[in-house]
């Protein structure tokens, strides 16, 4: 018998200050990075999934962004 399954993780990447998009409130937005792998015995393989996004600490708003904007707020 195989397990099979997949496995979503998220790693924060950096706080920054933005202005949101939702509720129009200056203020700290984790930008992060969610990723999917799938598993087999629950060991993770390989990502199959990348994405990115950010959200505003105030109203709670989650948004994805692409990837080139994602590296230029990191940066």
Excluded: E
């Amino acid at each position: 018998m195989v397990i099979f399954g997949w496995r979503t993780t998220i790693q924060q990447l950096r706080m920054v200050q933005l202005v949101c998009g939702h509720c129009h409130h200056q203020s700290a937005h984790n930008l992060f990075r969610r990723y999917t792998k799938p598993t087999i015995f629950f060991i993770p393989l390989f990502t199959i999934s990348s994405k990115y996004g950010l959200q505003c600490t105030f109203c709670g708003a989650s948004y994805d962004i692409s990837k080139m904007h994602a590296h230029q707020l990191a940066g």
